[in-house]
């Protein structure tokens, strides 16, 4: 598991622990039962997930694409691999920039302030489409091209389909993506309206975690043979035929000279003794 993709699982620890605080305070309840207290924590607490989460999936897909780039692939997919790195790049140091600015102070997004600015609501949710359509152009060609590669590839056909199948968990952040896209029509960072807002939330996380997922899943592919071993899926074992017969070939090669040996010294022994 590479630096990036550990940097990404690290992000996404730290916005489910921040996360998990929001639901003792009852995001998921009417705000009409929610105390102005328990609603500036809650806004304080989701200001970090916000931060944080965008890391969590660009880091993963910087990850994955890195790892993509290490296949031969030709020039227009590693052209196209190189835009997406960089975009993702850019991505979260844009949203994080985005959101600092926001208010004027920046005490504002959580709490009442006198005379404070922020932007609009629509200027908001115009940024969100923007950031969740990258993303999930991003995921699709992730999910994609491994699909591309192992097929393409001169490897068993059972390995093939075991390793596409582990990339497909791209599939799912992309599907996460879109659902992203539907629901940001009901986040509305000037009004305190939380319980509209857990759809949306829930689907960033699962668009963070299938990436992660994703992105382990080379690393996955031995443990998941091993399993399938001992379930009795023995033709699941990418072996290589022709390497162990050259090793029997080797082996019986060896046997044989070494009888032949031992038979000339027998034949020697018998010729002094006589």
């Not at 309840?29 to 916000?50: E, M, N, P, Q, T």
């Not at 009442?112 to 950031?131: D, H, K």
């Amino acid at each position: 598991m590479d630096y990036l993709v550990s940097a990404g699982f690290v992000c996404e620890l730290i916005v489910l622990a921040v996360f998990i605080p929001t639901i003792h305070l009852g995001i998921s309840g009417y705000d009409y039962y929610i105390s102005l207290d328990a609603r500036i924590k809650i806004s304080k607490l989701l200001f970090v997930v916000g931060i944080v989460g965008f890391w969590a999936s660009s880091l993963t897909r910087i990850s994955i694409g890195s790892m993509l780039l290490r296949f031969p692939v030709s020039y227009a997919w590693r052209v196209t691999l190189w835009i997406l790195v960089v975009v993702q790049i850019a991505l979260p140091i844009g949203a994080n920039i985005f959101q600092l600015l926001q208010c004027r102070p920046i005490r504002a997004m959580w709490e009442p302030v006198p005379g404070s600015v922020c932007w609009t609501n629509r200027t908001s949710q115009s940024f969100g489409y923007i950031y969740a359509v990258i993303g999930t152009m991003s995921d699709l060609v992730f999910a994609i091209m491994p699909v591309y590669l192992f097929c393409s590839m001169n490897r068993p056909i059972m390995e093939r389909m075991l390793a596409v199948a582990l990339m497909g968990f791209g599939t799912v952040a992309a599907l996460a993506g879109i659902m992203k896209i539907y629901h940001i029509s009901a986040f509305n960072p000037r009004h305190a309206m939380f319980r509209d807002w857990l759809p949306l939330i829930w689907w960033y996380r699962v668009e963070e975690i299938g990436l992660i997922v994703a992105a382990c899943a080379p690393f996955l592919k031995p443990l998941i043979e091993r399993m399938l071993s001992r379930l009795g899926a023995w033709h699941l074992q990418f072996q290589s035929l022709k390497l162990n017969t050259i090793r029997l070939d080797q082996g019986s090669g060896r046997r044989h000279s070494g009888e032949t040996d031992s038979s000339k010294k027998k034949t020697t022994a018998e010729q002094q003794s006589a």
